[in-house]
């Protein structure tokens, strides 16, 4: 993740509104490419993550739950 990602992403929220989208319209969310990224280099340094992590965790879950049908936005 580049500087300017990380920092547009802080400015939006971390991209919460547009994730939702993508959810509710079945596309891929973009939780990789940004939670999962400071995970992957929180962990590279030892640096502990459990926000992110958290985040992380909750979109998976929601998107499972969406994809499965089981859930009612």
Do not use: W
Request: with cysteine; proline share 1%; glycine share 10%.
């Amino acid at each position: 993740m580049g500087k300017n990602t990380f920092i547009v992403s802080l400015q939006n929220g971390l991209g919460n509104v547009e994730i939702c989208q993508d959810i509710r319209k079945g596309r891929a969310t973009e939780i990789e490419s940004i939670n999962g990224e400071v995970i992957k280099r929180g962990r590279a340094l030892g640096i502990d993550t459990p926000y992110n992590e958290t985040v992380y965790n909750l979109v998976k879950a929601k998107v499972a739950l969406h994809s499965s049908g089981t859930e009612n936005d």
